[in-house]
Structures are given as structure tokens and as C-alpha cells.
């Protein structure tokens, strides 16, 4: 009971240094909430466009490496995946990037193109309530989640303002909007028909597909059927890469995590606020220490033990891992809602991520504790007196 209130009495006494120490500690911890909010939010957006597929089997070609470097295949290989018996039906899916030019201001910005059959569902009503405008030539469905250096389309087209502009050069109207939202990968979204795609790629030819999405009758197993067409299909032609919905989920991942620079440098950016954390915390006890360094001799004379000074120390970590980690996690959550607001990316507390970084408070202010520490076990009643 005479612990907890002696390391709190120590901290509280220079309470300038207290608040330095705090505001040292919640730098840290906001520091790695944004780097991990942003991994987070980058691995998110990346495969938002793969979860809202309603498919269980995905054929890409081998050669693609993420979904804004797809490689096409052919779309006969989907035909040949059609012909399996517990198959319900399948889904050509074009992917593209193109410059679309902002109505109001007239400059240009790369977006993402999805083009597929309107007639087949790929994406669920909520996303995606009405495709029937898409049947008509040159015209296109709006992500309203897109960045708005494309323009206020969602506004306009509120208003019912007509909306027209150009995609890679070509007229096309804006015939309704979704919600599916940006990506490190791709600023904006725009959904179309199959062939609305080709009219806006004229290069591209005809059969020739970037996604096949394959789904199932209810209650197959689609590991088994993944299997067969594997054996079958991808083994043989080896022109195809046969994946489940997860497996499509984590190959855009990997690809974000493994091969780009940006996963490290989030995870650097981790390990550097957890490093200025320590830093920081060691500085304050260190310091605290040396100034108590009678106190702590005075309590050994009385016949305290090492081990209890040196808990007094960790307590004080501890409080102040949790002290400062509160105005953290509360800046954070602002912080999080500033740039989900200016950069439209899916960004947002979590309750692991938010345990996750108390436990590194916490682990950050016992190593600090413990470094410092050492000099609670230096302190001796007879060079003292």
C-alpha cells in the first residue's frame, strides 16, 4: 500500500517535469498510432475493391503483381472454370487506369477503371445499388469516396446537375455514384460496363480479362473445387493463377507489405516512437532518481530492501505509461479523423491497435525503468552520509 503512493509522490513533486515527461510519452504514443493507423489503413484500402467481389474463386494472370499492375489473361480459361458443375456463374473483370479530367477545373488525375458485365452481380447492393445506367454507352458510375481533386462529382450530381467530362480522352457521363473509397494504389474509383471499358481502352482487345471471378453454388466446398480447377486448369496451361477470395485478399497485401517500400518504412516509423518513447521516459526517471538518490539511501539504512526500490521505480514507469498514453490515444483519434476527412482513406481506431500500443507504452517505460534503474542499486547510505 506505502508503494504505489511514494512512486506517485515522486513523480507529482516537480510537476513541470511531470508534464514534460507526459507530453514526451504521448508524442510517442501518437507518433506510432499514425504509423500503424497508416499501414493499417494502406493494407485496408488496398483490398477494399477484393472484398466487396462477390466471388469465392479469383483467376488472375501469374505475371500480376498487385491490382494496379494487373496483367491480362485469356478469358477462356474462366469459360473452362464455368463448365465445373458446382459453378453458378462467372465474371470477366477489366482493370485500367486512365486520366480523368476534372469538370470544374479541367486538370487531369489517374483513376481506377472497373469495368465488367452489368447483367452479372459482382458487387452487393449496398455498394453498388443500380447498374442499369451503365448498360448505356460512355457512361459511368462515380466512387463519391474518390479525392476531391476530382471534382465535386458527388455534389453535382446531388444537385441533379448533369455531369459530363472525359476519361483518356473520350466524353463520358456520370450516371450514378458508389461507395468503395480510395487507395494508396488508386485516388478514385470508377465502375463501368465491359464494353463501355473497351470503348474508353481501345487498345485493349476483347477476351482478354484481368480478373475472372468464379462463384459457387451454396454449400460447396470451395477448397475442393479450388483443387480440381488447379489441377486441372492452372497446373496444365500455367497461364493462370487460381486463388481463393482470401487468397486474392492476401496477394494484394503482400504485394503492399513485401515489395513496395512503404510497409517498412510504417514499421520504421513504429520503432522510432516506440526508440523516442524510451528515450524520454529513461531521461525523466534518470533524472528523478538522482535527485531522490538521498531518499533512496535513507531507505536502505532503514534496512529496505533493493528489490523495493526497484519496484518504486517501475511503478513510476508504469504511471506514466498510462498517464501519458491517455491525451495520446484521445490526439490520435482526432488525428484519425482529420486525415480520414482529407484523404478519404479507411483510416480509424481499432480496439487492437489501441491495445497494441499500450502494451508498447508500457513495455517502453519498464525498459526505460529498468535502465535506469541501476543507479537506485548504486545509491549507498555510507557515501551518502
Known sequence: MFAIPLAWLQLQREKVRLLIALAGISFAVILMFIQLGFQDALFDSAVNLHKNMQGDIFLISPQSTALIAMRSFSQRRLYQAAGYPNVESINPVYLGLALWKNPVNQRTRSILVIGFDPTEVLFTKDLVPDLSPIKIPDVVLFDRKSREEFGPIAQLYGEGKPVQTEIGGRRVT??????????????????????????????????????????????????????????????????????????????????????????????????????????????????????????????????YRNLYLLSVVFQEAVILSVLGYIPGLLLAMGLYTLTRNATSLPIAMTVDRAILVFVLAVVMCVISGAIAVRKVQDADPADIF
Not at 192 to 197: A, I, K, V
Open 174 to 303: 456520370v450516371g450514378g455514384l458508389f461507395d468503395l473509397g480510395a487507395s494508396f494504389g488508386a485516388d478514385g474509383n470508377i465502375i463501368t460496363s465491359d464494353l463501355n471499358f473497351l470503348r474508353l481502352f481501345n487498345q485493349r482487345k476483347k477476351g482478354l480479362i484481368d480478373v475472372g471471378v468464379v462463384k459457387l453454388k451454396p454449400g460447396t466446398d470451395v477448397q475442393a473445387v479450388l483443387a480440381e480447377m488447379r489441377k486441372n486448369l492452372q497446373d496444365v496451361t500455367q497461364d493462370v493463377k487460381i486463388l481463393s477470395k482470401q487468397e486474392f485478399i492476401e496477394f494484394e497485401q503482400n504485394y503492399w507489405r513485401s515489395s513496395t517500400a512503404i510497409g517498412f518504412i510504417f514499421t520504421l516509423g513504429t520503432a522510432i516512437g516506440f526508440l523516442v518513447g524510451t528515450i524520454i521516459v529513461y531521461q525523466i526517471l534518470y533524472t528523478d532518481i538522482t535527485d531522490h538518490l538521498p531518499e533512496y539511501a535513507t531507505l536502505k539504512a532503514m534496512g
